[in-house]
């Protein structure tokens, strides 16, 4: 059953939340216009097992109906070896149905990630831990939260100062906010990001880490996700608090999103192809670059 939720943050703006909570499987929900911007989300994927196998079918399901042209990667993109064999075997032979297809794949490194990995041509990393890349108006900022220096505050404070796009969504491995009972929030790393985050305005923010699903309701007026389940899954591991808007800890999930002018729809879809969570936010009210920190 579909319920709808009217989210008022601190800056008025209403976002309209379509929460479609344990549907079962069905056709997607996104308006699939031609030449909106389409994409979807893996974190703490590669394991090279079956269930990373299943979730990889589902995105080539979804791609063929839904054809999103990028994949970001929050990270623990590798477990276990990362020769190039495991690269092989964990990346390359799960996505190939994708990567035959022509999306492209941007990767943020988590702490199972050996960092030279950085290297590897399918994640077009470019042999950095932090890089910026856009589609039409939104401007993607991928991070590194591994090990997060003033240099790489610098360089990000001066990447969302120049970004030009409407919208601003970033993408790293450690949650500044969530609810996994195993890893939660991680306060060192939100003193780091957020205030540049709220200053510069940043509308979304997709994490892994933990392995579970969960929206968190909106922190500071910007929208957060932890999706670290698209291969390794803590069954159970899901401790709701107030800060819960929506969560799933039963089976692997991988998210999609579709951004037409101010409107994100994405959804969470589990392995077996079941939307467990679904809405649209609006973009938020964001001052003019000139006022920013006036």
């Known amino acids: 059953m579909t319920s709808r939720l009217w989210i008022r943050p601190s800056t008025m703006i209403a976002c309209l939340i379509c929460l479609c909570s344990l549907a079962a499987a069905q056709e997607a929900v996104f308006p699939n216009r031609p030449g909106s911007v389409k994409f979807a989300i893996i974190g703490d994927s590669g394991d090279g097992d079956k269930q990373q196998a299943e979730v990889a079918a589902q995105m080539v399901k979804l791609h063929s109906v839904f054809p999103f042209d990028r994949v970001i990667m929050l990270g623990d993109n590798i477990y276990g070896g990362q020769g190039p064999a495991d690269l092989e ?9 994708l990567l035959d297809a022509g999306v492209v794949f941007y990767a943020s490194l988590g702490n199972h990630d050996t960092a030279s990995n950085d290297t590897y041509p399918p994640w077009h990393m470019n042999g950095q831990l932090y890089y910026t890349h856009a589609e039409k108006n939104v401007r993607f900022f991928a991070l590194n939260s591994n090990q997060v220096d003033d240099q790489e505050l610098a360089w990000l404070e ?19 906010y969530s609810d996994g009972k195993t890893h939660g929030s991680e306060v060192e790393v939100r003193v780091l990001f957020e205030p540049l985050f709220v200053k510069y305005g940043v509308n979304v923010v997709f994490s892994g880490h933990d392995h579970i699903y969960e929206r968190i309701t909106p922190q500071k007026d910007i929208y957060y996700f932890v ?19 929506a969560g799933y800890d039963q089976d692997q999930v991988f998210m999609a ?25 609006h973009r938020q009210a964001r001052p003019a670059p000139g006022k920013v920190g006036q």
């Open 227 to 245: 999706s670290g389940s698209a291969g390794e899954l803590r069954k159970g591991d899901l401790r709701r608090s107030a800060m819960t808007a």
């Open 257 to 281: 999103a579709e951004i037409v002018k101010d409107d994100l729809t994405f959804e969470a879809i589990s392995r077996v192809g079941t939307i467990v969570d679904s809405g649209v936010i």
């Open 89 to 97: 075997r964990k990346f390359a032979i799960p996505y190939r149905g």
């Open 158 to 176: 001066g990447a969302l100062k120049s970004a030009k796009e409407d919208w601003k969504i970033c993408y790293f491995h450690h949650p500044l």
